[in-house]
T-cell receptor, first 116, second 115 residues
């Protein structure tokens, strides 16, 4: 009964490179959420996706960031032309998507991105 | 604007004592609240949740209290153990809003349990 899986766990990129973060939801879950956490802070919502649909991207920066959750495969959070300010822990969560609005979100272990 | 915040950033207790972690929220439309525990280097772990039609909910060694009048949330941990040492976050959700999948997190309280 695997939980939410994220990879890589640690990612180092130089300024200007691209970062790709992957998230596989819990088995049977069809909703995925991405959050960012800066040191000593709480998590900040970025985007909410269902299979092949972006439901809410109100927390995503307007440029360089994109997310997808294809019909097959993991959800991908992509950051183009990374800058040092992108260094943070990125967490993915998933929920069952049974039609209830208030569903428990279960979090993965996160990807720690360091931009040099 | 909406915000969820914590009164006490750090809390130190002795093993066996009861712990109380507090959280204030400003959005009166919030109707779902969750407590998460985050250990160093790990993702947030669900502890307990409560909906706005309730004022108390109990789990194993934990109790969440909701006071909608003063927009206050608390997490009580009974017989605190060293393994409870972690950062605790409250989070809120507004199911009636358009961003019903979005959790808004507080800054966190560091709980340290001394043996």
């Amino acid at each position: 009964n695997a939980g939410v899986m994220q990879n890589p766990r640690h990612l180092v990129r130089r300024r200007g490179q691209e970062a790709r973060l992957r998230c596989s939801p819990m088995k049977g879950h069809s909703h995925v959420y991405w959050y960012r956490q800066l040191p000593e802070e709480g998590l900040k919502f970025m985007v909410y996706l269902q299979k092949e649909n972006i439901i809410d991207e109100s927390g995503m920066p307007k440029e360089r960031f994109s997310a997808e959750f294809p019909k097959e495969g993991p959800s991908i959070l992509r950051i183009q032309q990374v800058v040092r300010g992108d260094s943070a822990a990125y967490f993915c969560a998933s929920s069952a998507g049974q039609g209830r609005i208030q569903e428990t979100q279960y979090f993965g272990p996160g990807t720690r991105l360091l931009v040099l | 604007g909406e915000s969820v915040g914590l009164h006490l950033p750090t809390l130190s207790v002795q093993e066996g004592d009861n712990s109380i972690i507090n959280c204030a929220y400003s959005n009166s439309a919030s109707d779902y609240f969750i407590w998460y525990k985050q250990e160093s280097g790990k993702g947030p772990q669900f502890i307990i949740d409560i909906r706005s039609n309730m004022d108390k909910r109990q789990g194993q060694r934990v109790t969440v209290l909701l006071n909608k009048t003063v927009k206050h949330l608390s997490l009580q941990i009974a017989a605190t153990q060293p393994g409870d040492s972690a950062v605790y976050f409250c989070a809120e959700n507004n199911a009636g809003g358009t961003s019903y999948g979005k959790l808004t997190f507080g800054q966190g309280t560091i709980l340290t349990v001394h043996p």
